[in-house]
């Protein structure tokens, strides 16, 4: 069974700092490309970032371009999404999942950009 188990979500200023990380399991990690995704309250889901399978290529949204970075550790079946100069408007629940399947989603983690 194919499963995400996102963690490392909280409440961070404005300017902050956090570093997401998506545990895979059920299928062979390191043959799939994989993204992030978040929604935010009252909104869509939007596709944030994507990495190929062996992290060779990446792509992000234009309004996280040069802010968020993505990463992988295929040994530890492991997705990261470093986040930095966060701003209000990046609040939101962020999720994994494989880029070319629809997987069912992972409960998420919280992030909230707020004074």
């Known amino acids: 069974q194919v499963q995400f188990v996102e963690s490392g979500g909280g409440l961070v200023q404005p300017g902050g700092s956090l570093r997401l990380s998506c545990v895979a399991s059920g299928f062979y990690f390191s043959t799939y490309a994989m993204s992030w995704y978040r929604q935010a309250p009252g909104k869509e889901r939007e596709l944030v970032a994507t990495i190929t399978s062996v992290g060779s290529s990446t792509v992000y949204i234009g309004s996280v371009k040069g802010r968020f970075a993505i990463s992988r550790d295929n040994a530890k079946s492991t997705l990261y999404l470093q986040m930095n100069s966060l701003k209000p408007e990046d609040t939101a629940v962020y999720y994994c999942?494989?880029?070319?399947?629809?997987?069912?989603w992972g409960q998420g983690t919280q992030v909230t950009v707020s004074w």
């Open positions: 999942r494989r880029t070319t399947r629809i997987d069912s």
